[in-house]
């Protein structure tokens, strides 16, 4: 368990505190490409705490900028995208993407006050249809980090977005958790032919192992395979807050999954879902991937799955399955089917995350063996919370080109080290083929 202290230190993410300031020397994906268009209406984003505006200028860059005017605070949401520049609609002071007054109509056409005045603005860099933003305080902020869902063409993607109503960190917790897809994910049934059913719905012990990297975790998860060999899960904590896990290990060019846990605030949290192939295009039943795939059922919200959307930060991208319906629950599929009764992949994760409270008592726990990921990534966020007072930037955030690595599922001599597993595949080197289940 953490200390009260501890609990406060890792999961508070606003202005000032420890933890808001290491994230801010991370880039933070802040939008997709398609959602501020030239000259097109602002968008209201929630960002560590903070309330923000983005807007694509006329030239095509994206602004990011405090959503309240300097002058007397008039909500910039209501403002024009103008010639270069938001424009406030209240006395019509316009701000640049760098947060420069540009246009000061207000006061008499002789004076300097427009040159002494400033919006907060923060630093944003574009990638493959994703906006990044950089809120440190670095003159110079790192490279993005290489993470190869944002580096691969479009057609060997997939992204989605949703909001969920807690703490960043307990998703996060869940999403790097080894052992819970055995139980909350299971069927009721296992197919013998399956491999995601025989290797990852197996109730049988485990062993847990991880190395500590650059970037952050490489985690292992043993299980018995025959009497020479082991069948190893390894995955990844890419700090400080996405994940890269296993999908489908069919023939040589298997997809893989990730999520990205980004805090809005201390109680809410925007959700990116990732599926990619390092290798080929996507095909679409990858894309439209349900409970039957060896991918993962549920991982992706469909169109259907969102409410209507609203102007307000993550407003287009709330779910139907929420709190207030119990997420769906079907108890008859869960006493036939399931081994837990809200439907989606995702959304069980979601019902017991957010189950939690908004910020879990991490004090009231009992942790155990299958906890080892768990309380190694704390130990991270600790030591990154703390790396300011250090003088030291927090892990991984010096270091984004070894953010390139992929999950794996792999058949290992027992006599052999696990970090070997998979090794080319799991390093992305280049030709490197996916281990075979065979």
């Given at each position: 368990?953490?200390?009260?202290?501890?609990?406060?230190?890792?999961?508070?993410?606003?202005?000032?505190?420890?933890m808001g300031m290491a994230l801010r020397e991370y880039w933070l994906p802040l939008a997709l490409s398609g959602e501020v268009e030239v000259d097109g209406a602002p968008l209201r984003v929630r960002l560590l705490g903070e309330d923000l505006i983005a807007f694509r200028d006329s030239g095509g860059g994206v602004g990011l900028i405090d959503a309240f005017c300097p002058h007397r605070r008039a909500p910039?949401?209501?403002?024009?995208?103008?010639?270069?520049?938001?424009?406030?609609?209240?006395?019509?002071?316009?701000?640049?993407?760098?947060?420069?007054?540009?246009?000061m109509p207000s006061e008499p056409?002789?004076?300097?006050?427009?040159?002494?005045?400033?919006?907060?603005?923060?630093?944003?860099?574009?990638?493959?249809?994703i906006v990044w933003a950089y809120l440190g305080s670095r003159a110079v902020p790192p490279e993005l980090p290489a993470i190869e869902w944002n580096l691969v063409p479009a057609e060997q993607r997939h992204i989605t977005k949703r909001v969920q109503y807690n703490?960043?960190?307990?998703?996060?917790?869940?999403?790097?958790?080894?052992?819970h897809s055995v139980f909350l994910h299971a069927?009721?049934?296992?197919?013998?032919?399956?491999?995601?059913?025989?290797?990852?719905?197996a109730r049988q012990p485990l062993n847990y192992e991880f190395v500590e990297t650059e970037y952050g975790l490489r985690l292992g998860t043993r299980r018995a395979y025959d009497e020479q060999r082991d069948f190893w899960s390894i995955t990844h904590l890419l700090m400080p807050f996405y994940n890269v896990f296993n999908g489908s290990n069919a023939g040589s060019a298997p997809c893989l999954g990730g999520f990205a846990?980004?805090?809005?605030?201390?109680?809410?949290?925007?959700?990116?879902?990732?599926?990619?192939?390092?290798?080929?295009?996507?095909?679409?039943?990858?894309?439209?991937e349900d409970d039957t795939m060896a991918l993962g059922g549920g991982v992706h919200p469909k169109p259907q799955d969102y409410l209507a959307p609203n102007s307000q930060p993550g407003g287009a991208f709330r779910l139907i399955s929420r709190r207030e319906n119990d997420y769906l629950l079907d108890r008859e599929t869960q006493r036939t089917a399931r081994f837990a009764a809200v439907p989606g992949l995702s959304m069980q994760d979601v019902s017991l995350q957010e189950g939690m409270g908004p910020i879990c008592d991490r004090t009231?726990?009992?942790?155990?063996?299958?906890?080892?990921?768990?309380?190694?990534?704390?130990?991270?966020?600790?030591?990154a919370a703390r790396a300011p007072a250090e003088h030291t930037g927090p892990q991984g955030s010096e270091a984004p080109a070894t953010y390139r690595v992929r999950a794996a599922g792999?058949?290992?001599?027992?006599?052999?080290?696990?970090?070997?597993?998979?090794?080319?595949?799991?390093?992305?080197?280049?030709?490197a083929r996916a281990p075979s289940l065979v």
């Open positions: 368990m953490l200390t009260r202290e501890e609990n406060e230190l890792i999961a508070r993410v606003g202005p000032g505190t420890p910039l949401f209501f403002g024009r995208n103008e010639e270069g520049g938001l424009r406030c609609v209240y006395h019509g002071w316009k701000f640049d993407r760098s947060g420069r007054c540009v246009d056409a002789d004076s300097l006050f427009r040159t002494k005045v400033a919006i907060t603005a923060y630093r944003t860099r574009e990638r493959n249809g703490n960043w960190v307990q998703s996060v917790e869940g999403g790097i958790d080894p052992s069927k009721l049934k296992r197919d013998p032919a399956s491999i995601r059913d025989r290797f990852f719905q846990w980004v805090p809005m605030d201390d109680a809410t949290t925007m959700v990116w879902a990732f599926t990619w192939n390092p290798v080929r295009p996507l095909t679409r039943a990858e894309i439209d009231r726990e009992h942790l155990g063996t299958s906890d080892t990921a768990i309380i190694q990534a704390r130990r991270c966020w600790l030591k792999v058949l290992h001599p027992r006599d052999a080290a696990w970090t070997l597993a998979g090794i080319d595949w799991v390093s992305a080197a280049p030709d």
